[in-house]
């Protein structure tokens, strides 16, 4: 069913449309993927930096930029053109991979989760677990603790799954179906009539259950 995008995602969508194509061309998914994950991550605000000093749009480590030649202090500055770029060399290794609006979230999360393949029950972070996560310098317990909205079932673990869920769920939340499409799929729906194949059956039951009370109502009108 056709839907449309709450007004905040689609004005900042037009406003940086040509840089947002380009990336999703480049990456060969839907546009909207890229504005969704950018909502969640930053809200739109490309000069907010986090607590753990993950900046801009996407929320770029600085320690991420720096092993890809990405200036994070222009980064930083909120230049939107510049971010959207410079993406190109964050995602280059999941060009034209990638399924999924919830996957293209994970990969921007935890990139090894997607380059790994990582299963649905994958443990990213864990509540209390000081082990190191996988393919990370960092503890479960850090990651869980900085991202404790991801785990989605609340059971003080973070996995693949957890992640993927929640996006998909705010994914849909982002997108609203227009009052037009309400109305018109409403109308379609027949309360009445069955669907047609099922028509010459119906109408055979509805005949047989008439005449079946016929016959209840002749008895009783006999017997009196």
């Given amino acids: 069913m056709q839907k449309q995008v709450k007004d905040e995602i689609l004005s900042f969508y037009q406003t940086y449309k040509n840089g947002i194509d380009d990336l999703?061309?480049?990456?060969?998914v839907?546009?909207?993927w890229l504005v969704c994950i950018f909502f969640q991550e930053s809200g739109l605000n490309p000069k907010i930096v986090n607590g753990i000093g993950a900046s801009g749009l996407n929320q770029l480590l600085a320690s991420t930029a720096e092993g890809l030649g990405i200036d994070i202090v222009r980064y930083r500055t909120g230049d939107v053109a510049y971010q959207l770029a410079s993406m190109k060399k964050f995602f280059k290794p999941i060009a034209g991979k990638i399924k999924s609006a919830g996957d293209l979230y994970l990969y921007n999360f935890?990139?090894?989760a997607?380059?790994?393949?990582?299963?649905?029950d994958e443990v990213i972070g864990e509540?209390?677990?000081y082990d190191k996560a996988p393919n990370s310098n960092l503890t479960k317990h850090y990651i869980y603790s900085k991202n404790v909205g991801l785990d989605y079932n609340a059971d003080r673990k973070l996995t693949r799954g957890d992640v993927v869920?929640?996006?998909?769920?705010?994914?849909?939340?982002?997108?609203?179906?227009?009052k037009e499409k309400q109305i018109e799929r409403i109308a379609k729906v027949d309360v009445?009539?069955?669907?047609?194949?099922?028509?010459?059956?119906?109408?055979?039951?509805?005949?047989?259950?008439?005449?079946?009370?016929?016959?209840?109502?002749?008895?009783?009108?006999?017997?009196v």
Avoid: M, W
């Fill in 110 to 112: 935890y990139p090894a």
């Fill in 192 to 223: 009445v009539t069955p669907p047609h194949q099922y028509r010459y059956g119906y109408y055979i039951a509805i005949a047989g259950a008439t005449l079946l009370i016929t016959y209840f109502v002749y008895k009783k009108i006999k017997n």
């Fill in 165 to 178: 869920s929640l996006f998909t769920d705010k994914f849909n939340e982002l997108l609203v179906e227009p």
């Fill in 114 to 120: 997607i380059l790994k393949n990582y299963g649905n």
């Fill in 127 to 129: 509540k209390g677990n």
């Fill in 24 to 28: 999703a061309n480049y990456l060969q």
């Fill in 30 to 32: 839907p546009p909207i």
